[in-house]
Every structure is written in structure tokens, then in C-alpha cells.
């Protein structure tokens, strides 16, 4: 593993499954990051972690729920998903805590089709 | 209001001209400033950070200023290569120990031969 990875590529998924979004990455950074991507929006932040054991609402969290179990990994779980959470997911690290002012590297997406 | 704003495009140029992308932001609080690169279809990826003196990276020249809240990304000898969608970043201190990238929705690039 190099950077970041994602997985599943892309899922289409029925309206009201489970799902969980994977994100791992091996630069022992310590925030993660997970973002929806929707044409004519732009990224938006769903939620957060600073350090391995916290996490933290964004700006669009509801309907999603993360934990960060350990550093490498940051999965993103859809509950009971619902066509508007169709989107183009990525996770992203960055090597400080959180604070945003340090590169944030990108993981490949996913992209997620709910009907 | 948004916090990042961008004018979409697309922006549709020859090789070898000078392009100049615009950037507002809301936010007196912001501190830190880049611009990203995102291809179709693959993720972002930082092109530049945007200092307050401004700053050149090849081709590409980066500048900020404060006073009007206004970013700007000129890319000079335009490249096929160059062919993407820049986003206007901007971190945003909201008082806590964390700090938030806001992104812009992009500003679409073709360079044609």
C-alpha cells in the first residue's frame, strides 16, 4: 500500500442497506478526512479525526457515522442509505492534527450510486 | 453565502496562453490558502500553497490578497496537460483546535491544440 486507498471503486447499492466505505492509509498520518463530492458543490465535509480514538461532526454528517479504531484506517458507514447520499466519496490525511494547514493527500473515491 | 466562491467556466484556451483564475472567500479568519488540481474523474491533489507575499511554482503563479480577500492562480505557456479543474482552498480557524479546509466548487480548464 502507497498513500491511500479506498475501497469498494464504486457500488450501487439499494435504498436502505448498510454500507461501509473503507479508507486506509499508510503515512501514519494522524487526521482523516471524508468528503462527499457532488456536481455543482464542490467537497464537502462529512466527518473528521484528529487522532486514532476521536472523530468530529462536519459539515454535512447526518446520515453517515466513522470511527478511528487505530491511525491507518477511517471507515465511513451509510446506515440505512437513501438516494441523496448517491455521491463521489473520498478520503483524505494530512500529517497534523486536524488543523488544516498541512497538504492533505486524496485517496482515489468511491463512487456510490444508491437507488 | 458560501465560504469559497469560484467562477465555474469552463475556461476553453490554446496552447500557450495565459489563464487567470479568480477566488473570493467570506471568511476574514481564513489562514491558510492553496489552490488544488483535480483531473476527471480522479481525486484532488495540492498544486500550490498561496502565501501573502505570493509565490511561483514553474508556470504557475499563486497570489493573495488580504485586504480584498481575493486569491488568483495565473498559469502562463498554457499545456494540454494542464487540462483539469483548479479548486480554491481556504483553512478557516473557527476558535478550536481544529482548523477546516473549505474547498470551492472548481474552475474548469481546457487547453486546446
Known amino acids: 500500500i502507497a498513500g491511500i486507498t479506498q475501497a469498494p471503486t464504486s457500488q450501487i447499492l439499494a435504498a436502505g442497506r448498510r454500507m461501509t466505505l473503507r479508507c486506509t492509509q499508510d503515512?501514519?498520518?494522524?487526521?482523516m478526512y471524508w468528503y462527499r463530492q457532488d456536481l455543482g458543490l464542490g467537497l464537502r465535509l462529512i466527518h473528521y479525526?484528529?487522532?486514532?480514538?476521536?472523530?468530529g461532526k462536519g459539515e454535512v454528517p447526518d446520515g453517515y457515522s466513522v470511527s478511528r479504531a487505530n491511525t491507518d484506517d477511517f471507515p465511513l458507514t451509510l446506515a440505512s442509505a437513501v438516494p441523496s447520499q448517491t455521491s463521489v466519496y473520498f478520503c483524505?490525511?494530512?500529517?497534523?492534527?486536524?488543523?488544516?494547514?498541512?497538504?492533505?493527500?486524496f485517496g482515489p473515491g468511491t463512487r456510490l450510486t444508491v437507488l | 453565502r458560501k465560504e469559497v466562491e469560484q467562477d465555474p467556466g469552463p475556461f476553453n484556451v490554446p496552447e500557450g496562453a495565459t489563464v487567470a483564475f479568480n477566488c473570493t472567500y467570506s471568511?476574514?479568519?481564513?489562514?491558510?490558502f492553496f489552490w488544488y488540481r483535480q483531473d476527471c474523474r480522479k481525486e484532488p491533489k495540492l498544486l500550490m500553497s498561496?502565501?501573502?507575499s505570493g509565490n511561483e511554482d514553474g508556470r504557475f503563479t499563486a497570489q493573495l490578497n488580504r485586504a480584498s480577500q481575493y486569491i488568483s492562480l495565473l498559469i502562463r505557456d498554457s499545456k494540454l496537460s494542464d487540462s483539469a479543474t483548479y479548486l480554491c482552498v481556504v483553512n478557516i480557524d473557527r476558535g478550536s483546535t481544529l482548523g477546516r479546509l473549505y474547498f470551492g466548487r472548481g474552475t474548469q480548464l481546457t487547453v486546446w491544440p
Open positions: 471568511n476574514s479568519a481564513s489562514q491558510s
Open positions: 483524505a490525511s494530512s500529517d497534523e492534527a486536524g488543523l488544516g494547514t498541512d497538504t492533505q493527500y
Open positions: 503515512m501514519r498520518h494522524n487526521a
Open positions: 479525526s484528529n487522532t486514532a480514538g476521536t472523530t
Open positions: 498561496v502565501y501573502s
